[in-house]
């Protein structure tokens, strides 16, 4: 009796751990989310924007993804700031404990610091490209020089965050951006996937002939009729690979009743399902300079009255881009090393789409690792402990 008792009471077990889950899920997301969970220190806040700093972790070992790696209590003199896309949450650097870049690059004896562009809705449709490079970049810049003691920094962008480091390292930070890192960023728009380096391709010739001839341009259009709701983003991006959606939830039903499991999986979901707006401004000078004319990928254009080229930033750079990713193809990521003035450059492909290759299970083991070995032959050892 026994015997048949026990996979009856395993089962019943599963099927109400199951249905708990599955109930909670729906009505307490908040319960099952591991993000942002990495102690921070706020520096600067201005409205939206602010800085954020890392302590070192009090721990002697941490376990990344699998991997017990010990915490290097030494660090690197050069301050490591985060830069997030737009139309996400700057928590994505901070993901899971054993799947969180910002914990990796402490573990790894680096000052960590986060830029956070905080969450813009409708009434921020005019927030722009010069907002964000011109304005805000520069303050953040400052805020962490004069919180670490240092003048140069090292930048880590993934995907608009890279092309946000790049424009200011371009018309800004010249002098002051002595790494920088860009992580799935397309700079040569036109190669795009998706369909969207086409569509771009393919209106630029008569975009710029409606131009010549009634002298109209785009950048006198109303913001507000350009700005993106983040529930619109998330169908947009969720859309860019429906194998990988569907079979993702098919996985969470087969795995229910395990709390991790569905931890992990909210987690990401939140990630996916739940992106702040994309202010109409700066979509337009996207669609305008840089889908369109195709800016970025022609080394230089004009911002907020700023002429931006990029083959002043002679930064050591690494740029990467995902064999899988179906937004930033490996043409339009690699497009940066012909267009900045650095001379040491380097350019790696890594396994994963557009999301697996910043933090995917992988990532931590491939472009975590690649970013930061080659990231401490160009960093200061300190001597002295970290702020």
């Known amino acids: 009796m026994p015997s048949i008792l026990k996979p009856i009471t395993y089962i019943f077990r599963q ?228 194998a990988a959606t569907v079979l993702s939830y098919i996985d969470l039903i087969k795995n229910l009743a395990d709390d991790d499991y569905v931890s992990r999986y909210m987690t990401m979901n939140e990630w996916f399902s739940n992106m702040p707006d994309y202010p109409g401004a700066t979509v337009l000078e996207l669609i305008q300079k840089l889908g369109i004319a195709n800016r970025m990928n022609r080394g230089h254009f004009n911002l907020g009255g700023h002429e931006v080229s990029f083959s002043r930033i002679k930064s050591a750079l690494l740029a990467f881009a995902g064999d899988r990713d179906a937004i930033t193809s490996i043409s339009s990521a690699s497009a940066v090393m012909n267009v900045v003035g650095s001379l040491d450059k380097t350019f790696q492909v890594v396994s994963g789409g557009h999301a697996g290759i910043f933090t995917g299970s992988r990532a931590a083991h491939s472009t975590w690792v690649i970013a930061a070995d080659w990231l401490e032959l160009r960093s200061d050892l300190a001597e002295v402990e970290p702020i």
């Open 15 to 242: 099927t109400r751990m199951g249905l708990r889950n599955s109930i909670n899920r729906r009505s307490h997301p908040e319960r099952y989310w591991l993000q942002d969970k990495t102690e921070r220190i706020e520096l600067l806040r201005e409205g939206l924007f602010s800085v954020h700093y890392y302590p070192p972790l009090p721990e002697n070992r941490v376990d990344i993804e699998g991997e017990i790696l010990p915490v290097n209590k030494k660090h690197f003199s050069i301050p490591l700031i985060l830069v997030p896309p737009l139309g996400v949450y700057a928590w994505i650097f901070d993901l899971m404990a054993e799947r969180s870049l910002v914990r990796y690059f402490l573990v790894r004896g680096f000052q960590v610091y986060l830029i956070d562009w905080g969450k813009p809705g409708r009434g921020e449709a005019e927030l722009s490209l010069e907002t964000y490079t011109l304005n805000w970049f520069p303050k953040a810049v400052k805020a962490i020089q004069a919180h670490s003691g240092q003048t140069e920094v090292s930048v880590l962008g993934y995907c608009m965050g890279g092309l946000l480091s790049l424009m200011y390292t371009a018309a800004r930070g010249t002098d002051v951006v002595r790494n920088l890192i860009t992580i799935a960023s397309p700079v040569n728009l036109h190669q795009m996937g998706n369909g969207i380096g086409k569509l771009s391709l393919l209106i630029s010739g008569p975009t710029g002939l409606i131009r010549r001839v009634t002298g109209s341009q785009l950048s006198k259009l109303d913001p507000n009729l350009f700005h993106v709701d983040g529930k619109i983003l998330s169908v947009l991006f969720k859309a860019s690979s429906p």
